[in-house]
Every structure is written in C-alpha cells, then in structure tokens.
Nanobody, 115 residues
C-alpha cells in the first residue's frame, strides 16, 4: 500500500517556525526524488523545494529559499521541510511528492500563519 503522509502543520504566528514531515511507505523511497509543493488559498499549487534521491542536490523556490531547509532520511523513509521566519503569505496547504518513474502525493497538511 503506497502512502505519503504529511504532518507538522498548524497555526503559527508571523516570525515563527514549523517543521513539516512526510512519512513514506509501500514503495522504494530511496529511489525517488522528493518535492514539497504548496497551494495558498485561492491560488494554484506551486513548487517549494526539491531534493534528489541521493540527498545531494537540493533546490528551493526563490520566494522561500532564504527561509526553508529541505532534508530526507532514506533509512527512516522520511522527508522534512523546515520553515523559519514564517509570513502570512506562507499560509497554504503543503504537500509532499515522490517522483521517479511513478508520481506519488500525500494528502497535504495545512499551515496557517496569522496573529
């Protein structure tokens, strides 16, 4: 059973931090590149960060790269997105995505940045 499950979202005040996690199961996670996407309210989904299967190549969207760090632990079949200095504009549903010859998606976790 293929599963990608995000967790760690919630309500945070502006300037705060969150660490999102993605737990994978049912496929060879180490062979897949990992992406984090987000979809703000009323807007289309956008790519936030990408990490190669080896963990050696990481890319970030220009809008967030100064404030986020992506990582993965292939042994634990986990992916992470650490977000600092959060702003109201970061409010969105965040999704993890695993890609190789197939494309798997999690159900999303909501991040709300508000005072």
């Amino acid at each position: 059973q293929v599963r990608l499950v995000e967790s760690g979202g919630g309500l945070v005040q502006p300037g705060g931090s969150l660490r999102l996690s993605c737990t994978a199961s049912g496929f060879t996670y180490s062979m897949y590149s990992m992406n984090w996407y987000r979809q703000p309210p009323g807007k289309q989904r956008e790519l936030v960060a990408s990490l190669a299967s080896t963990g050696g190549t990481t890319t970030y969207a220009d809008t967030v790269k100064r404030r986020i760090t992506m990582a993965r632990d292939n042994a634990l079949k986990m992916g992470y997105l650490k977000m600092d200095s959060l702003e109201p504009e970061d409010t969105a549903d965040y999704y993890c995505n695993a890609v190789w010859w197939k494309n798997y998606w999690g159900q999303g976790t909501q991040v709300t940045v508000s005072s």
